[in-house]
């Protein structure tokens, strides 16, 4: 399958969106990814690269990054979040909604994603992920609990019922 990968990545090798594109292209899938990033910040100009590249390219499934304002949708949309979609800008909860697929990681959005009127939502957690960077490294381990995720407030809370 031909997969169009529209994300914003920082210019850091650490970024969990090369790890997407790894977990796509080891199944043999061709991938083409689009830094959103790095296109121009004005939302018509940038909709129009992206649609380029998709003309240039011609994808099966566009998959879709939550983390820039600045795009219209496209057709074939699978929608990529990790957060929560109140936490998201208005363009992408709507970019959300019209695609095909909404992917993500915490059970609990699926259903606020459904109340949207997301088509389809399924939940894949830590799927950005990559098993190599979680070796037995020799570390010190005097730490008794530790938090990796977004800190929202009903966590917040059930830290504090931790602590």
Not at 17 to 30: E, I, S
Not at 132 to 155: M, W
Request: net charge positive; aromatic share 10%.
């Amino acid at each position: 399958m031909k997969i169009l990968l529209a994300t914003p990545i920082r210019s850091r090798p650490d970024d969990p969106h090369y790890k997407w594109r790894r977990a796509l292209t080891a199944p043999g899938h061709t991938v083409k990814l689009v830094n959103l990033s790095r296109l121009p910040a004005i939302k018509f100009l940038k909709s129009l690269e992206l649609f380029r590249a998709g003309q240039r390219f011609k994808p099966d499934l566009v998959f879709f990054s939550a983390g820039r304002d600045a795009v219209w949708p496209v057709k074939k949309t699978v929608f990529f979040t990790g957060v929560a979609p109140e936490m998201l800008s208005l363009n992408e909860r709507q970019i959300g909604r019209w695609s095909r697929l909404v992917v993500v990681n915490e059970p609990a959005d699926i259903k606020a994603w459904e109340s949207l009127g997301a088509k389809k939502v399924i939940c894949l957690p830590i799927s950005a992920a990559d098993p190599a960077d979680f070796k037995n490294k020799d570390f010190r381990r005097d730490i008794k609990v530790s938090f990796v995720g977004t800190l929202l407030p009903s966590r917040q809370t059930f830290l504090s019922w931790l602590k």
